[in-house]
């Protein structure tokens, strides 16, 4: 339909006589100013002789205020009665406009004009198409007459109205159809104000572009965006799992399932997937029904697939498998669902599409991931194939780290747990309670070890320790730390002097590991000596907290220790401090996750352990209990190691001694001493052998020691015999040749008792041997 700019009639003597709106807006010419003059006083120029012969073409005009103007002419004669030349009629328009005009008609998308009232005044062929109609219908009629009243139709009248009220453009975007990512046609519309040349408001024209693929990619872009933040947020299996599910439905799917090969939530190794049919085990689901009354197959169940399923094709191909109604492998697959769960069957009426697709990570098929529908009207396409295995891939990854996780946690729950002290040795010296508990962070395991090891002389060894780090190389180091002190607290090494080798220890180890001279590895250590006889307690302390001690009918309080520097610093002193305990005392060593915490504060949680070790408790085991509950957090960030025990004493009763002059003479009476000590005690079956030990071990000392010498007997679980004196030159077991006078003394100490040896003490050294004592 071609659009008239202006119009004016001349007469036959070259007058104007009529004058339309259009001409007024072309020249700036009014109708009073320019009817009745001569047409030829418009003209700029000469009308060309070429357009005077045509009756058509480009004519220059002058404009009223003076310009000029081009103006495309065409001439049409009227004639009179007698069939003479009577006048023109001559319409003009501006030159280009037939060119735009058929710009707006074959547009490829739709453009419209609308009057102030959201009539329609034109609309192109596209718009035409879009509609349904033609354009000679659609002009003159408001809008909303032309169209179903639906949510999108009155948002359209709502922009065109606005622009029409305020004169300001308007852009947005539209949406019909289905809310699945493939199932949106999308527009998007721009509307903008018609404005005369003096500003007056005329009309509002708008053109809708078709942005469906353009939108569709944003919500696949916009999903796939959802995966990498919302998919893997813990590293948990099953919960990644169902965080897939909750993605998919109901965006992508109306019913999603996941199913892992079994391996998988387990400690195995990675398995081949077989060939043919294949047994997988349901981790999780979701669909758009509530409580997912058409599941097939329950959370938890083990299900097969026959090898021609969707699902068993994706796995053995390692790629999405589409399956629709009416396919052979879909519908069979399809009554299988019905068969194992056919109270189910009204539920899943509708299922048309559904689209199987593996969960694939480094090389390696965890399971596959189904997508059904029945709601959504459209078929899985080709596109959806390949979000969603990008989807699944991206799943299969979070999955595949969550395995490893667990994994390596559960590796490093049995490292520990071989490493730490299964049963307590037997022993006199204190009544032990003890407790391990590892983290509940995402960290892992840490390295908090405890132990308890029996000295010589009844004592006891009492040791916690933390390697800093979680993991299996923390475990695995703090294997090799308790292993070093185990080693050094049977040489009987003071506290301090036990902690400056396990310092230069741990140096060496963190220099090997990191290639670096020296390197901090991160440990801390308390090593503690407990004396039932004398009662005395030695400890030293190398970054680690100090314990606390409850004297019998006392309060709770921690030993005014020095901390000293962390295990790996190096060059570095410890300080050993000695505290004398009645029987009855409870001391609790333990790791700083008992009290340090990022959510609590360290005063805190001192406070409450001093108030739980302070209450009335029925047994050591029950105040260790007690001390847990009221002082740790339901999620501990770290590994707690805690070591209760309370000591008891030796009494006079049970201990013999007798100082010994540098006398050889006097060997046989000190040999008579024992015997009489252990008939005292009951113990005569011991007797051969104790005399043996007594008379090589104080003839020893009296002839290679120096002088004071002392010798002696402690009835404990076994029998020990001990012989001190102020040499610190240690015995050494020797081979002694066929006709050797000496040198067999301590190999026959070695044969005849349980375990013998010697420890540096204060002022010289003590040789000491135990030998069982007989079964009452």
């Known amino acids: 339909m071609e659009r008239v700019a202006a119009a004016a009639i001349i007469d036959a003597q070259g007058r104007l006589t009529g004058w339309s709106e259009g001409a007024r807006l072309l020249t700036g010419h009014t109708a009073d100013e320019i009817v009745g003059r001569p047409a030829a006083g418009l003209l700029a120029e000469d009308v060309p002789l070429g357009v005077l012969a045509a009756r058509a073409g480009t004519v220059a005009l002058r404009h009223r205020d003076g310009h000029r103007v081009e103006l495309a002419l065409s001439a049409c004669p009227v004639l009179g009665p007698g069939g003479e030349a009577a006048g023109y009629v001559v319409t003009a328009t501006v030159p280009g406009t037939a060119l735009a005009d058929q710009a707006f008609q074959q547009a490829s998308m739709s453009m419209s004009v609308f009057d102030l009232g959201q009539s329609y005044l034109r609309a192109n062929a ?3 198409r879009l509609l349904g109609v033609a354009e000679e219908t659609l002009v003159g009629r408001f809008y909303p007459e ?22 300001l453009p308007v852009r947005y975007e539209s949406f019909t159809g289905t809310p699945a990512p493939n199932g949106v046609h999308a527009w998007s519309i721009e509307m903008w104000p018609l404005r005369e040349v003096s500003g007056e408001l005329t009309g509002v024209a708008l053109a809708a572009f078709d942005s469906s693929e353009q939108y569709r990619t944003r919500r696949r872009l916009a999903l796939l965006n959802e995966a990498a933040t919302g998919i893997g947020t ?10 897939l599910v909750e993605l998919l439905v109901p965006q992508y799917a109306d019913f999603a399932s996941i199913d892992l090969l079994d391996w998988v939530l387990g400690e195995d190794e990675p398995l081949m997937v077989p060939d043919g049919g294949i047994t997988l085990r349901r981790v999780a689901h979701g669909s758009t029904q509530e409580g997912n009354p058409g599941v097939a197959v329950h959370l938890g169940e083990m299900h097969g697939y026959r090898p021609s399923s969707p699902p068993a094709r994706a796995l053995q191909e390692g790629g999405a498998v589409l399956g629709r109604t009416g396919e052979p492998d879909f519908d069979e697959w399809f009554a299988e669902r019905n068969a194992r769960r056919p109270e189910g069957r009204p539920y899943r009426e509708g299922v048309h599409s559904m689209i199987a697709v593996p969960l694939l990570a480094r090389g390696t098929t965890l399971g596959v991931a189904v997508c059904v529908r029945s709601r959504h009207p459209e078929d899985y396409a080709p596109d959806d194939a390949v979000l969603a295995e990008e989807l699944a891939s991206r799943a299969a990854v979070c999955i595949d780290n969550a395995r490893r996780f667990a994994r390596e946690r559960s590796t490093a729950h049995a490292l520990q747990h071989s490493l730490l002290p299964r049963g307590l040795p037997r022993q006199a010296a204190v009544e032990v309670a003890h407790r391990y508990l590892p983290s509940g962070s995402l960290a892992g395991i840490g390295g908090d070890w405890f132990d308890v090891i029996p000295l010589s002389g009844s004592r006891v060894g009492l040791v916690v320790g933390d390697v800093v780090g979680h993991g299996i190389q923390s475990s695995a180091t703090m294997g090799r730390l308790r292993t070093a002190v185990r080693t050094l607290a049977d040489v009987d090494l003071p506290p301090d002097e036990l902690l400056t080798h396990l310092d230069d220890l741990v140096t060496h180890l963190a220099a090997e590991d990191s290639g670096e001279e020296v390197a901090e590895l991160g440990a801390t250590c308390l090593y503690a000596v407990y004396d039932p006889v004398s009662r005395r307690l030695s400890l030293a302390a190398a970054g680690h907290p100090a314990p606390a001690l409850v004297l019998p009918g006392g309060t709770p309080e921690f030993l005014p220790m020095t901390a000293g520097p962390p295990l790996g610093v190096g060059g570095l002193p410890f300080e050993a401090m000695e505290v004398d305990l009645p029987e009855g005392s409870v001391v609790a060593l333990y790791t700083d996750g008992l009290i340090e915490d990022r959510d609590r504060d360290v005063d805190h949680a001192t406070d409450e352990l001093r108030r739980a070790l302070g209450a009335p408790a029925d047994s050591l085991e029950d105040l260790t209990d007690n001390v847990l509950k009221a002082v740790m957090p339901e999620q501990p960030t770290d590994d707690v190691a805690l070591l209760m025990v309370r000591t008891r004493a030796l009494g006079t009763d049970r201990v013999a001694t007798w100082d010994v002059p540098p006398d050889p003479a006097e060997v046989a009476a000190f040999r008579q001493a024992a015997t009489e000590q252990l008939a005292a005690w009951g113990l005569e079956e011991a007797a051969f052998v104790t005399e043996l030990v007594v008379s090589e071990l104080v003839t020893n000392a ?15 679980r076994a029998l020990i015999v001990e012989v001190s004196d102020a040499s610190s030159t240690s015995p050494h077991l020797r081979r002694a040749h066929a006709y050797d006078e000496g040198g067999r003394g301590l190999l026959l100490v070695a044969q005849l008792t349980q375990r013998w040896g010697s420890r540096q003490t204060g002022s010289g050294k003590t040789i000491w041997a135990e030998q069982p004592l007989p079964e009452a």
């Open 146 to 167: 032309t169209v179903e009243d639906a949510e999108q139709s009155r948002g359209f009248l709502n922009h065109l109205r606005q622009v029409a009220e305020t004169g």
């Open 234 to 243: 813990t590293l948990d299996v099953v919960r990644t799992a169902e965080e």
């Open 126 to 128: 596209a718009a035409c």
């Open 702 to 716: 009296i002839r290679y020691g120096v002088p004071p010498i002392k010798l002696r007997l402690i009835r404990d």
